[in-house]
């Protein structure tokens, strides 16, 4: 199947993939009712700003839609073939791409990493908010410490995020993905704020790295127990 691999790698059939894509999340966003959990989110985030949004690998497809027009917004995105497609579609909902990832360790200096955390550091001092995925690459629900030395380096609060919908498509993949159907009931839940001092030991990275983990575990199970109408935690 080279030939697949080939196409899949061209520029025209990437942007064709990345604006289809795009187009089919705003019919999403404007078919589905969506609630937000704190409801007063955005006014506690004001005086935050600029800050790091995390959420799971595979859950991440809604997320441009929880950014207010005003905020201004990168997200990181792998180099990966497929990342370009998530690139263009980010790009067409209004969010700035930076390209590159940690490996399995999450160490910074392979994939692009360091030249993309550098990055990352550099919006952040430029008062943009950045967004991430929290999960090792090809580990499932586990959190790295990348985003604990980003916020550790830079100062700025981590918040936990999550996006479900009642009508979705749950694929068999590493990451669990999500496929969000149109005409859903769709819940935000933005978890409290995980702020990292700049001097901690090796054991206090590691405490930090677990409440995010928690963080977007708590949020992920809220988000589904209000669209599924069960209890979850808080609720």
Known sequence: MAWLKRLTRAPLVQTAAGVAAAQYLRLVWHTSRFVMEPADTYERLEPELPAIFCFWHGQHFMMPFTKPAHYRAKVLISRHRDGEMNAIAAARLGVEAIRGSGDHGRRFDRKGGVTAFRTMLTALEDNWNMALTADI???????????????????????????????????????????????????????????????????????????????????????????????????
Not at 220 to 235: F, K, L, N, Q
């Open 137 to 235: 690459p090809k580990v499932s629900r586990v959190a790295g410490i990348g985003i604990v030395k980003l916020a550790q380096l830079s100062g700025r609060p981590i918040y936990p995020v999550a996006v479900a919908t009642s009508r979705r498509i749950t694929l068999a993949t590493w990451d669990r993905s999500a496929i969000n159907l149109p005409f859903s009931r769709g819940a935000i839940v933005v978890g409290p704020p995980i702020r990292v001092t700049a001097a901690l030991t090796a054991e206090e990275v590691e405490r930090a790295r677990l409440m995010v983990e928690q963080g977007l575990n708590d949020a992920t199970e809220r988000a589904y127990a209000i669209v599924d109408h069960r209890s979850g935690p808080h609720g």
